[in-house]
């Protein structure tokens, strides 16, 4: 572990995964999980390591991420991380991967063109069950223990994973894949599968915002991949808002204590319309400003309750790579990587 | 832009299934209910289906347990159903009406089976509109308002059927898995060839008992195939009769509003019956007399004056400035969309600053969607 090794020492500082070579990022839909799982990506990758970004859903989102053309499925370098280290990004297209696994397992060339032809890809990746979600953690694993010469080719893997509802379902697929297939190769890959999700070597993040469902989401599937005995990681506040006010001036606002008429006299001096419905505008615009922090102030207290470290990060308004960068410092002064 | 009119779609007997699709985390089951809600409301016998309710909205609507029946919602002036799909039950119900008992139980039992039910790819979005296709059949309803599981790509619910059916005609699976089927045809000979071939390959992966668990169950299967190809067409078909109204949700977000162009485009593609499109969440302004920019300079301004008065409007109109400056960047991606697709019909709703999960707020929020659409400004 050379690369990891140079990282460590050029830091000089413990971060929260040392250890783990697979992180796996989940989230409720629309709460900015690929997001989070690139700037994690890129934190990992600073001081000269490697890490390689899984898209496992299809949809490009690490392409317009990083601004470059659609992946194929290779693994394509897509950022350098400060400090001389790589992040390489995979889409993974299910169809190329059950021939790629075919054929590397259990050197199956001529008959898993012969499966192509008669629909059996198609049928395995589209019908049977799980079985796209046992390609999918089957490559993440097979990246995460690639090696070369005695060492790994990524220091760290990162998935964007499927959302919170079914990612115990995905990481547990191949357990029920193990009980299905009793015996023979399936069983033996499928238990070496579990065996990696299981260790310490992975961790589970869950990307959250400061809103009821995707917080209620991320304790239910915390205590859903407890349950699983998957080891869980971090919880990672997105686009949590700052406040703009100072804290008197927020309670005031809240209690609808705001004084009227110095906030005329203080718009008068300024030469802005002081009329009654810019003064009420104003009012309830801090009320609600006061109101959200208070809500996303009580939804944090919640996530404490499962006893993960906690990562916040702001809402940027750009939406260029940039964005990446800064959250992936972000990610770094916290102690993720 | 052309404004979307969402209580005309609400109130016209002749809508009879409304869609709710869009991408995850757009309010899109919440939305869904408030437009259930205010059809009731406004006088039509609506029923609502939902797939993943949070679990507090669900509880406003007396969905206590998932129970895979329509519930009447308590609270509410005039006719509101509601029911929360599950699939497992759904797929159980499908296999009991296509064949005998002593065929369903076997199939039932079936290892295969019970791993397909849970976690086939798709069999949520199939589901899904299997008890559309049920309820509507029933007659009792006369809107029936779905919301769509939130799937890893927001349009497979609209492959589904199709997919169902590919599966029912696949030549891979009556070939491979049912061998006997295969005799007698043409081809015997390269037909033998690729199967003994695949059936080998298959035993290596897979070990014969999981092999013997699938055979059996297409066999039992096999008598019901028709009648899930005849359920799958006539899903496909309901989803572009008229009377079915396709609402795509969206946020001012820009993956959001990517997912909904795909929708867009993929419902014209299909010829499916589109009624628009809802941007949820859009943030609003009390005080737009004062821009972004007018408000951080006073801010500024007021910085260099000393005293309470100066302090306070300067609080308050930062909070003002951000505030502008989301609603302009919102404002700006939903006219982007509208250029992108200027046929399609827009409706936008406010920003809530509390979480909707009860009855007063879904009201709220149905009134919302109907207000007539702001004049856009110049």
Redesign the interface.
Known sequence: MSHAQAGESRHGVDTDWDGVRLHVVTG????GKTTVAASLALALAAGGRRTLLVEC???Q?LARLFDCPPLPYAERRVAAAPDGGIVYALAIDPEEALVEY?DMY?H?G??GR??RR???I??AT?????V?DVLLTGKAYEATRRRVADEYVYDAVVMDA??T?RIA?FLN?NS?VAS????????RQAESIMRLIRSPQTAVHVATTL????V?ETIDAIAELHAHEIPTGAIIVNRAHEP???TA?LKAASAGA??LA??A???K?????ADD??I???????A??A??LS?ERRLKAKLRAPDRPIYTLPDL?T?DVGRIYALAGRLREQGAA | MTPLDIETLLDDPKTKVIVCCG????GKTTLAAALGLRAAERGRSVVTLTI?P???LAQSLGLKELDNVPRRVAGVKGELHAMMLDMKRTFDEVVEAHTTPVKAAQILAN??YQ??S?????TQEYMAMEKLGQLRASGQWDLIVVDTP?A??ALDFLDAPK?LG??LD????R??LVPAKAGGRGYARVVHV?LS??TA?MT????T??LT?VQTFVAAMDTMFGGLRERADATAALLRAPGTAFVVVA?P????LREASYFVDRLVEEKMPLAGVVVNRMQQ???P??SAT?AAA??D??DE?A??????????????A??M?VQT?EKRRVDGFSLAHPNVQLASVRAF???V?DLAGLRELGAAVCQPAQPTAE
């Not at chain 2, 849970?118 to 798709?122: I, K, L, M, N, Y």
């Open positions: 409720k839909g629309g709460t859903e299809g949809r989102g075919l259990y199956l001529p008959a012969g499966l008669l629909g059996g198609e049928f589209t019908i049977a069950p799980g796209r499927p959302p509802g379902r697929v029920e299905l297939a009793r015996v023979g190769p399936v069983n809103e009821e469902m995707p209620q703009l006010l100072p001036l705001i004084d110095a906030l006299r203080g718009l001096e300024a030469g802005l319309p419905d810019v009420a505008g104003l009012a309830t615009e801090a609600e400003h109101e959200q809500t308004d939406t | 991408s995850g985390g757009v993943d949070a679990r507090r290892p295969f791993s397909l849970s976690s086939f790819a798709g939130p890893r790509s997919r590919r599966f696949g030549r891979f699976i070939m491979v690729g071939l695949l390959t290596k992966l897979l070990g008992q999981l668990d946020a977000e820009p993956d959001a302004t009390a005080v007399r004062i007018h006073a801010a301004a007021l004056l005293g309470t008065d100066a302090r306070l409007a300067a609080g308050l109109l930062r909070v003002h951000e505030r400056s960047t600053a509390r979480d999960h």
